[in-house]
Structure formats: structure tokens, C-alpha cells
């Protein structure tokens, strides 16, 4: 009975949703670079992917939206650091959604959000197509991404706290949400490394606001709450079993990296002011001799910014980035004549003589790790000195610098 009602009642739910979509064109939404950080070292990497609460209607920034809750509120919780991409459409369905996967390298997340559910409520979509898509696309994200990664999926928030759908009609989109945030929790219980996570429709925005930066605040605290303690129990039985981070072995992933170098087309490009700047603020900041802003090529290191540092590539054998972009992590060396991989350097035992380096990893907007920012002295100085934080936040400039084309400032 329920399934003959659901089919005479979803083209009028149809024509409602569409009207409703009509009427949101003038909802602001975020136009800044699809990601948000929060402060800290040993960050976790999350990905959020799906329509609804993802697409961050009502406010102009990630940062403002639910990406930059989320990281703020895991950060919170685990005193590091946090790096959010988002993937996001406000039209993706579970049926649509493993076509934008892409070529996303979901082996370097250490968590994935999923928020679908919305655009099925509102229409009544079937439920049986609702299980296939999403047990099809929560399968495919546990298969494809590390063995410690961790997927959850987010609940659909009740239909009538999202304004334009504030109306009888939401009555019966809600009823069907409710069906499938059951069908979701099942599914999730059957596959493992997947939770199911409730979103209760949150503090009403401010009168004549869609959705406030307060009701994504909401959201992630409850995110958060889930994923911290999974994320914890994740990291500890990683450290412990040496669980693999990828799939592919060294070749496959140094040539996928190098093609996302190329990719880039920034190799011998000219100097350009915002990567100058950077470096010059990263030299100021750590008080070094030197400091750069390098791209590792296939035998080489090119620095697309230098300060105080005469040529503009050396060989990729004597790098000491080479090493950094291994990991990670960031990578600092105290006094390089006391470590074995570099005493031996041409770049120590020469010009510009480095003793002290420190570089964090600098990635592609694909996610490899295509160079680093760093930077070196040749004065040795102890671990404890470096601020790795503040490496860390010059390096993510650099990377949205990156996701704009080349241009002259």
C-alpha cells in the first residue's frame, strides 16, 4: 500500500521540489576553494561528499559552512590539526554519485562524510533504488580508500527544517527521510568500517536566513562526537598492524604524482609575487637564511620561489624536499651533518651549506604531494624550536595559491 501511494504522490513531490529549487537561486553559497583547516600538527584528512548540508547553502565560505565546522569541531576533540576537501552537488542522489568520484585518491583520507538523502525525501524516490545506490556507493568508498579509513553517513535532517520545504508537503518528505535513514543505519551496520550517523534539524537560523554558520556548527559537533572516537580507535590499530595506506605500489603512485605535476603546467613558469611572498614571510617568520617554495620533477627540484638561494633547481638525489614529500608529515633536520641521509649532501657540504632544514608537504589539489614549503640555515638549531604549525599553515597558502591559475599580481 505504501509503495502504490509513494508512486501516485512523487510527481506532485516532483514538481514541488523543482519549484522549491527554483525559489533557492538567490541562497547564498560558498564560492571560495572547495576545502577549510584547522590549526595543528598530525592532521586528519576528511572528505565530504554528497548534496544537502554538504553544498553549504546560506553562507558565503566552506570556512563559514559545515567544512570548516567539521574541521574546527574534530580539532576540538584531538588537539591536531585538521584538513577538510569537499566534493559537493546540490543535486547528487545515490544513484549519481559514484560518477563523481572521479579520480579522487580517497587512500589519503583518514575519514569520508557522506550527506545524500534530501533530494530522494523530497521526491519520494524509491526506497529499494535508495538502498542500491547507497550500499553500491558505501561499498565502493571502504573498498577504494585506506584500510583505516573510516565512512560515515550522515542522516537526513527533518525536511521541514530546511525553509523552502517548510510546508505540508514536507510532512510527507519527512516521513519518507525517516524510511530511509532506517534503510541508511541497516546498511551501515553491514559493511564494515561504515556508520551511520543521525542529524537532528538544528537551531533555526536567524529570521530571514536560510541556514546559518550556528546550524553547520550543530551538525558537526554531532559529526564529530561519532568520529572522534573512531578516528582514535583507527589511528591506534593502524599504528599498531602497519595496516597499508594504498593500493598501488611505489611506481604507480611516484608516476600518478608526477602527473599531477605536470598537470599543473607550474614547472619553469616565471616568478610570481604570491608564491614570493610566502616564502619571503616563511623566511622572516622561522629567522632562516633561506627559504623556498619547490616542485620535485622527475630528477629534479625546481623552485617556483627562492629567497637567498641562488639556483633555481638542483638534482632531485641531493633534495632534501625529495624526502619530505615521502610523508605526510613535515620534516625537520636539526643539523644535517649529524644525519646520515644528508651529511653527505653537496647541498651541506657546499653551497648554501644547510645545517638546519624544515619543510611541510606541499599537495596538488588531486592530493599528491608535489613539493614542499621549507626552509634552511646555516646555523643548526635544536627540534624543539620549529613552530610546525606555523610551517603547516605556510604551506596550505601555498596550496590554494595552487588551485588558481598562473597569473601576474
Not at 11 to 40: F, K, V
Not at 178 to 183: D, E, G, H, T, V
Not at 201 to 206: E, I, K, L, S, W
Not at 293 to 303: E, N
Request: with cysteine.
Amino acid at each position: 500500500m505504501h509503495e502504490l501511494i509513494r508512486r501516485s504522490l512523487a510527481p506532485t513531490m516532483r514538481a514541488w521540489a523543482a519549484a522549491a529549487e527554483r525559489e533557492s537561486t538567490d541562497i547564498p553559497m560558498p564560492t571560495d576553494a572547495p576545502q577549510a583547516h584547522a590549526a595543528g600538527v598530525d592532521s586528519d584528512r576528511i572528505l565530504v561528499f554528497g548534496s544537502g548540508p554538504a553544498v553549504g547553502r546560506g553562507v558565503m565560505s566552506h570556512d563559514l559552512a559545515l567544512p570548516g565546522a567539521l574541521a574546527r569541531a574534530v580539532s576540538a576533540r584531538t588537539g591536531r590539526g585538521v584538513d577538510v576537501d569537499v566534493v559537493a552537488r546540490s543535486r547528487m542522489t545515490s544513484v549519481t554519485a559514484l560518477a563523481e568520484l572521479g579520480d579522487l585518491r580517497l587512500t589519503r583520507f583518514d575519514a569520508i562524510v557522506v550527506t545524500l538523502g534530501v533530494n530522494e525525501s523530497v521526491t519520494l524516490a524509491s526506497e529499494r533504488v535508495w538502498r542500491l545506490g547507497l550500499d553500491r556507493l558505501l561499498r565502493q568508498l571502504v573498498r577504494s580508500s585506506s584500510g583505516s579509513t573510516r565512512v560515515f553517513a550522515a542522516g537526513i535532517q527533518p525536511i521541514r527544517s530546511i525553509p523552502v520545504f517548510d510546508s505540508p508537503l514536507g510532512d510527507l518528505a519527512d516521513a519518507h527521510a525517516r524510511r530511509l535513514n532506517r534503510a541508511t543505519a541497516a546498511i551501515c551496520a553491514d559493511i564494515p568500517r561504515a556508520d551511520f550517523v543521525p542529524l537532528d534539524g538544528a537551531p533555526p537560523p536567524a529570521s530571514g536566513r536560510y541556514r546559518s554558520p550556528e546550524v553547520y556548527s550543530h551538525w558537526a559537533g554531532l559529526l564529530a562526537a561519532s568520529m572522534v572516537p573512531a578516528l582514535e580507535t583507527e589511528r591506534f590499530a593502524f599504528a599498531r598492524e602497519a595496516i597499508p595506506v594504498a593500493h598501488t605500489d611505489a611506481a604507480t603512485r611516484e608516476a600518478m604524482r608526477q602527473h599531477a605535476v605536470d598537470r599543473l603546467g607550474i614547472l619553469d613558469t616565471a616568478p610570481e609575487d604570491r608564491y614570493d611572498r610566502i616564502a619571503d614571510l616563511a623566511r622572516i617568520m622561522f629567522g632562516t637564511r633561506s627559504a623556498a617554495v619547490t616542485v620535485i620533477d622527475r630528477d629534479r627540484q625546481w623552485h617556483k620561489a627562492r629567497v637567498s638561494l641562488d639556483p633555481d633547481e638542483v638534482p632531485r638525489s641531493s633534495s632534501f624536499c625529495t624526502v619530505t614529500i615521502q610523508g605526510p608529515e613535515p620534516m625537520v633536520v636539526a643539523d644535517a651533518l649529524l644525519d646520515e641521509r644528508f651529511r653527505e649532501s653537496p647541498l651541506v657540504v657546499g653551497e648554501p651549506h644547510i645545517r638546519f632544514y624544515a619543510g611541510f608537504p606541499i599537495e596538488s589539489p588531486s592530493g599528491e604531494r608535489i613539493g614542499a614549503l621549507c626552509v634552511f640555515d646555516p646555523e643548526p638549531r635544536s627540534d624543539g624550536e620549529v613552530d610546525l604549525v606555523l610551517l603547516r599553515e605556510l604551506a596550505l597558502m601555498v596550496q590554494r595559491e595552487l588551485r588558481h591559475p598562473s597569473r601576474t599580481d
